[in-house]
Nanobody, 124 residues
Framework: QVQLTESGGGLVQAGGSLRLSCVAS????????MAWFRQAPGKEREFVGA????????YYVDSVKGRFTISRDNSKNMVYLQMDNLNVEDTADYYC?????????????????WGQGTQVTVST
C-alpha cells in the first residue's frame, strides 16, 4: 500500500509556471505507474498525464502537451508535474495517483491510490 501527498499548488498569473510534487510512502515506488489528474469546479476529474514504471516514459492529454512535464525520482519516492505557460483553463485541484505495475491509463478507476490534492489557481 502507498500513501500519496501532493504539494506545490498555489496562485499564479497566466503565462507563469508551477511545479507540483507528490511524495509516496511505502515500498517499491519504482513499480508504480504514477499519474496526475485534475478536477475543475463543477467538472469531472480528468487525466493530465502519467509516467510509466517500466521506462519512465510520460504521456499527456493533448491540452497540456508541450506545456507540462512529468518526471520521477525513484530514489526519493517522488513524482513531479512541471507546469509552464499556464492559462486560466488549468485552474483545478490536482491529484497524484498510483497504480502498481500499471499501464499509463487515462481512466481514474485504474488507479488504486490517490492523494488529497493540491489547488492550482491561474489568474488573468
Amino acid at each position: 500500500q502507498v500513501q500519496l501527498t501532493e504539494s506545490g499548488g498555489g496562485l499564479v498569473q497566466a503565462g507563469g509556471s508551477l511545479r507540483l510534487s507528490c511524495v509516496a510512502s511505502g515500498r517499491a515506488f519504482n513499480t508504480y505507474t504514477m499519474a496526475w489528474f485534475r478536477q475543475a469546479p463543477g467538472k469531472e476529474r480528468e487525466f493530465v498525464g502519467a509516467i510509466s514504471w517500466q521506462n519512465s516514459r510520460a504521456y499527456y492529454v493533448d491540452s497540456v502537451k508541450g506545456r507540462f512535464t512529468i518526471s520521477r525520482d525513484n530514489s526519493k519516492n517522488m513524482v513531479y508535474l512541471q507546469m509552464d505557460n499556464l492559462n486560466v483553463e488549468d485552474t483545478a485541484d490536482y491529484y497524484c495517483a498510483a497504480d502498481r505495475y500499471g499501464s499509463t491509463s487515462r481512466l481514474t478507476n485504474e488507479y488504486a491510490y490517490w492523494g488529497q490534492g493540491t489547488q492550482v489557481t491561474v489568474s488573468t
